[in-house]
């Protein structure tokens, strides 16, 4: 193994640790531990649908944050900086037991997650970009955040049932913490960073028209999958509890989501470079639109598990995917985008969970919440294959090469 590979490697394996602690833990351990917590009535559907956006909200604020900068030469000390703070709030999650302090750590959290997601996947496809096959580690970079959800689904219902909800915030946290240490000095700013990128050739020659009609495309893709998964992102644990006789079944859902979250993103990319990245993108939200729908439409434990299944194959395939064809039609430019697309996404997710709180609220029962989402995203399917212009229809349907992932 060459000492370029090498680093590449270790550079992934931090990337996978980072994505984990904001993604996997940060941002969705919320999920499992939600039931409990409602359980203990420690707030309402609603509250609970608040806290959530609240998260999102602090997501959506440092997505803006990290695209107004573009230089790179700060982006290794904040992205610690964030790693620190995530754990911190996750930890302290279970030290207080103020709805407005958890408003408040939900956000803080949200905005860490985002500085991470940002700057960690910038720093990873710059490091990555001078393999073979970069594709191949940039899907497994992503699948930290299915590793995190995987984590979360098996360790949970222990940590509820040995030590509480507050005990169980914490554990997280500890075992984070653990990671943060061991990924430390594996996150390092690769080498020339930026040169592969400044260097690679568009895949096709386009005006600004062109690009202008891709990046719109994009933008209204992207936040309708941000309105629409996070509803399930936030509610399918809570849901499956409350259906009759799937109580056991309601951890294994979760569980089931990141497990397949895990090989997604790979699997995904490969698809991509097959078949073309605007066809891979309408297959990905088209399969989660059933899979967000199928718990519902059949109630029992094989669309409960099908549906976990399907929505987590697609819901981390759909941002690998926005942001490889991203990089993919912006080379040199890209960094900027990227960040306002999480900006984008991150609007869909502050505004998703609050609807779908009030809808709960108001009904009981969380059934219109997730049809509603799931035509969201169905949408946001549709919304990749219709024209987008004669010429910006026509240079999306070109397959880059893998290699400029």
């Avoid at 409960?304 to 942001?323: K, R």
């Avoid at 946001?380 to 910006?392: N, V």
């Amino acid at each position: 193994m060459n000492g370029h590979k090498k680093r590449s490697l270790l550079l992934v394996g931090g990337g996978i640790a980072s994505l984990f602690i904001a993604m996997g833990v940060g941002r969705f351990a919320y999920t499992p531990i939600l039931p409990l917590m409602l359980k203990q009535q420690l707030f309402s559907e609603a509250g609970a649908g608040a806290l959530a956006s609240s998260n999102y909200a602090g997501y959506l604020a440092g997505a803006i944050m990290t695209s107004l900068g573009t230089r790179k030469e700060n982006r290794l000390t904040r992205l610690k900086l964030a790693l620190v703070v995530s754990v911190a709030t996750t930890a302290w999650m279970g030290g207080t037991d103020s709805y407005a302090l958890w408003l408040a750590l939900r956000f803080v959290s949200g905005f860490a997650s985002a500085v991470i997601f940002v700057y960690v996947s910038g720093l990873v496809m710059d490091g990555v970009a001078g393999l073979s096959k970069p594709h191949h580690a940039v899907g497994l970079f992503y699948s930290g955040v299915g590793l995190g959800i995987t984590a979360t689904g098996f360790a949970v219902p222990w940590l509820q049932e040995q030590y509480g909800w507050r005990g169980t915030w914490l554990g997280m946290a500890l075992v984070c913490a653990v990671l943060l240490a061991l990924a430390w000095t594996k996150l390092r700013e690769p080498a020339g960073a930026g040169v592969a990128e400044a260097r690679a050739p568009l895949s096709v020659p386009e005006d600004r028209s062109s690009l202008t009609s891709f990046k719109i495309r994009l933008l209204i893709v992207y936040g309708l999958e941000g309105l629409g998964y996070i509803v399930t992102g936030t509610f399918l644990v809570a849901y499956v509890q409350q259906l009759s006789a799937m109580h056991s079944f309601s951890a294994w859902s979760w569980i089931l989501a990141g497990a397949t979250a895990v090989p997604s993103c790979w699997l995904w990319s490969l698809l991509s470079a097959r078949i073309g990245s605007r066809p891979a993108l309408f297959a990905a939200m088209a399969l989660q639109a059933v899979g967000i729908a199928l718990p519902v439409v059949y109630p029992a434990w094989p669309g409960v598990l099908l549906g976990a299944v399907l929505f987590g194959f697609t819901f981390m395939g759909v941002t690998t995917l926005t942001v490889s064809w991203t990089r993919q039609r912006m080379p040199a430019d890209s960094g900027r985008f990227v960040g306002v697309l999480t900006a984008v996404y991150g609007t869909g997710q502050v505004i998703g969970p609050i609807a779908a709180g009030w809808i709960v609220s108001g009904s009981g029962h969380y059934q219109e919440a997730l049809i509603g989402a799931a035509l969201i995203v169905c949408a946001g399917a549709l919304a990749t294959i219709f024209p987008a212009g004669r010429q910006g229809a026509g240079a999306e349907t070109v397959r880059p090469p893998a290699v400029k992932q």
